[in-house]
């Protein structure tokens, strides 16, 4: 099953993919996508990690090339988050683009059980945003359809309330 958990940033969309997934019976596995470049990132992934600690999740960190990424066929997979993983792929020496984020999406998609993806709604600002920005912002949201069109599962959350735009909760 391959879910999309969407939401604008401090929506709770983490908080219910991890709810979403913990739900499920079998191996859960948290992939990490930040890469931490300073004290802030670093104190970040130091943070989701405790907070992940006690729900039953095996963390594996990879910030590039996810078609590299060794996941067992009855893992519950829980990818955090799209938004971090396509900049890395995108601004990173050694990332690949956007053919590496779908060959990457693909390899999950048929490799593992449930897939469950977090990613970040991006249009709702309303401000000009330069070239760079917008080449980001687009690529994210031509991710977020593909996704969204092949998923089993869409839920937009908003103030922490899940939306369902497609399928049933389980």
């Known amino acids: 099953m391959l879910t999309i958990v969407i939401g604008g940033a401090g929506s709770g969309k983490s908080a219910f993919a991890e709810k979403h997934v913990c739900m499920l019976p079998g191996r859960k596995i948290y992939l990490a996508t930040m890469l931490p470049r300073d004290g802030e990132s670093r104190e970040r992934v130091r943070k989701h990690r405790a907070q992940r600690v006690h729900r039953g999740f095996e963390t594996l960190e990879r910030g590039l090339d996810l078609a590299g990424a060794e996941i067992p066929a009855d893992a519950n997979v829980l990818l955090e988050d799209l938004s971090n993983l396509l900049a890395n792929e995108m601004y990173e020496t050694a990332g690949g683009g956007m053919d590496s984020v779908h060959r990457g ?38 991710l977020n359809r593909w996704l969204a069109a092949r998923a089993d599962l869409a839920v937009e959350v908003v103030c922490g309330l899940p939306n369902v735009l497609k399928g049933k909760l389980p």
């Open 105 to 142: 999406l693909e390899h999950l998609i048929t490799s593992c059980e449930n897939l469950t993806v977090v990613t970040n709604e991006v249009f709702s600002g309303g401000a000009d945003y330069d070239p760079e920005s917008l080449r980001y912002m687009r690529a994210l949201a031509d």
